[in-house]
């Protein structure tokens, strides 16, 4: 768990250049952090990041010293008289304050100055004071009002960008899971089939399909997957955000469906999994029967489209309609044995691309053309 991850005092150790009186700061503050831990998306300000995947890159093999981009190929937005600061990798480089009474603004390294003992509920911030070797501070005299906009640029490598966000050649052969719940289970249920394959998890408890048509540019679109495995519509039933009708969920699902295929991105559309009834929500009648015709719905959009379509549902319902027990210990969410046989189903689709793609490269070089 992310609360329980903890940094030794030892890291602090590495840091040079550190008197006494700086180094119990930081270890008051490591120790501050190692409380809370990191930020889960349980939080209602963190919802939308997933630290877990962060913390799985390893970015200690890159030298931020070493690999400053060249500072000549960088421009400033032109016509557009503004303040700015330079970053690059992190580190302040420049700033230009032209326009300001500069009297009324200080920005300084955050070496020249002591650490901000500002109390804060935000274990990022302790993390920071911990382990910070450098960075800047920027003060604004009080009431002070900018005549110019400010504007930070902020450059990195080609390397570490990578790294930062997700976007190496390899990465861009990844398959995204868009969804709820149903998906962010797949991490504290069966992980090793996310590890196994590379798998990007975009599941969001609660979420129902207009949440997720919203983020589903950031999310999907902009890491550039090979592919999505979109699954939602079972919280909109339960009414997590309001009544919704199938017809307003289908359409949600198929933009974004329209959105991943206008983007190169090939689509996998899934069943809702089968439910008898929601538990915090019991005044919704027959679930059952709303998403036995919703993933009709799915499924002919699929086939009319010629979208992959993974049917969860066929293999996990009951005879009243539900989850299988067996699969489930709520009647919602699936356990383990029920992502157990959810990866079979999914495994099998992609594999099933897989051969697809396989076939079209060979023909390709055969032929020289599809």
Known sequence: MLENFKISNKEIDKINTINQQDKKFRVKNLELFNRTGFPTKKAEDWKFSDFKEIL????????????FPDEKNFRLIKDFDHNFILLINGRLVKSDFKFEDKSKIKISNYDEKNFSEKKSDNPLLYLNNA?????????????????????????????????????????????????????EGWSNFYPELFRRNNFINRGISGQTTPQMLIRFKPDVVDLSPLAVVINGGTND????????????????????????????ITVFLSSVLPVYEYTWNLSIENPSKIILKLNEKINGYAKNNNIAYIDYYSSMVDDKGGLKKEFSDDGVHPNKDGYNIMSKIVSSAIDTLNRMWSICVIQFLKFGRF
């Not at 450059?155 to 990465?171: A, M, Q, R, T, V």
């Open 56 to 67: 799985a890159k390893n970015f200690d093999k890159i030298d931020v010293n070493n690999v």
């Open 131 to 183: 382990l910070s070797n450098s960075g800047f501070l920027l003060e604004v005299e009080k009431n002070y009002k900018l005549e110019k906009v400010l504007v930070i640029y902020n450059l990195f490598s080609e390397g570490l960008k990578n790294k930062i966000l997700n976007n190496s050649e390899e990465n861009k052969k990844q398959i995204v899971f868009m969804g709820d719940s149903i998906t």
């Open 237 to 264: 039933i339960a009414g997590n955000t309001g009544p919704s009708t199938i017809k307003m969920i289908a359409d949600n699902i198929f933009s974004m469906a329209e959105i991943g295929l206008k983007n190169n």
